[in-house]
């Protein structure tokens, strides 16, 4: 009677990988895991920092957008549609510089008197821009990072805006109405007032403020994102006259030559018909800077207000 011994098998012919192979394993699984782990790290980063600049446009665009829509609405209700006892007949424009009664169609609550005050950093004007029929006096103005105007300290800026029902009493003028700022558009870097040349000419840009802070590695905001000159120094409000030239700013109401700037006439060839804001804005130095390239995103804005009812 055969009997089969079963020899049990060598060792060596049952073991799994070696401790080599295992290290090998794993130092290759390590290499992928930290390559997929780096390109979704820079994924996610330039995901925030895109994120970032469409906030940044949303932001400015809505605000943009409402300047534009106000303005169309300035000089409405005019003096041509309104009379009262104190605008009898048609005495336009509404300016406070000539003798009554226009002096009282200004004051008068019934009529929007149109642009009232225009600078590179500040814009008044009187319109219904509610969509009814009460006048407002609004006010768009730049102030600097500490909310003085005008903005003399540093950058980034802030632009407020005020509206406030014309005085119902037509005792204040366009340009003594009170203000109330109820809204307003941060982390604004351009703040210039350039003026005139030597020969009289308008510059396009200028005299901005510094931007505070510093950049991640050492060098300050202003050189750095200030590079282009234009960056900080293009004023936030410029004023067009109906050729496309650039009106010589201030200008206000209590001033004849101001009151023919501002109020169109027949014989008007040079007054305001178009008023442009232009926004260079900066992400917050905080919760904005981009972790890819460690700098803020800007991103820059510009609206073009058509004054439909100065003419």
């Not at 970032?52 to 446009?57: A, E, F």
């Not at 009232?116 to 768009?140: H, L, M, R």
């Not at 982390?187 to 040349?197: C, E, I, L, R």
Request: aromatic share 8%.
């Amino acid at each position: 009677m055969s009997m089969k011994i079963h020899r049990p098998k060598s060792f060596s012919a049952q073991a799994g990988f070696s401790l080599l192979e295992l290290v090998i394993a794993v130092a290759i699984m390590t290499i992928v895991l930290t390559a997929i782990f780096k390109g979704v790290n820079v994924v996610v980063q330039r995901s925030q920092a895109e994120q970032t600049k469409i906030d940044l446009v949303q932001e400015g665009r809505d605000f943009v957008d409402e300047f534009e829509r106000d303005l169309h609405q300035a000089g409405y209700p005019n003096c041509r549609m309104v009379a009262t006892a104190l605008s009898p007949g048609v005495n336009c424009p509404a300016d406070q510089v000539t003798a009554p009664p226009n002096f009282y169609v200004a004051k008068n609550h019934f009529v929007a008197a149109g642009l009232v005050s225009v600078s590179n950093t500040q814009v008044v004007f009187e319109g219904a821009v509610d969509g009814g029929g009460t006048v407002f006096s609004v006010a768009y103005q730049l102030v600097d990072s500490a909310g003085n105007y005008p903005p003399s300290g540093t950058c980034p800026c802030r632009i407020q805006r005020s509206q406030v029902a014309k005085d119902p009493t037509d005792s204040t003028l366009p340009t003594n109405q009170t203000k109330a700022f109820s809204r307003e558009l941060e982390n604004v870097v351009n703040s210039g007032v350039p003026g005139n040349d030597a020969g009289g000419n308008p510059l396009p840009y200028g005299n901005g403020l510094n931007i505070a802070g510093n950049t991640a590695w050492g060098q300050s905001d202003t050189a750095y994102y200030a590079a282009i000159s234009s960056f900080k120094d293009y004023p936030v409000f410029q004023a067009y006259d109906q050729f496309g030239n650039l009106v010589p700013l201030p200008q206000d109401l209590t001033t004849t030559q101001g009151a023919a700037k501002l109020n169109c006439g027949p014989a008007s060839i040079d007054c305001i018909k178009t008023i442009r804001i232009t926004v260079n804005l900066l992400s917050n130095q905080v919760t904005g800077v981009d972790l890819q390239t460690k700098i803020r995103p800007v991103v820059t804005l510009v609206g073009d207000a058509r004054l439909v009812n100065n003419y």
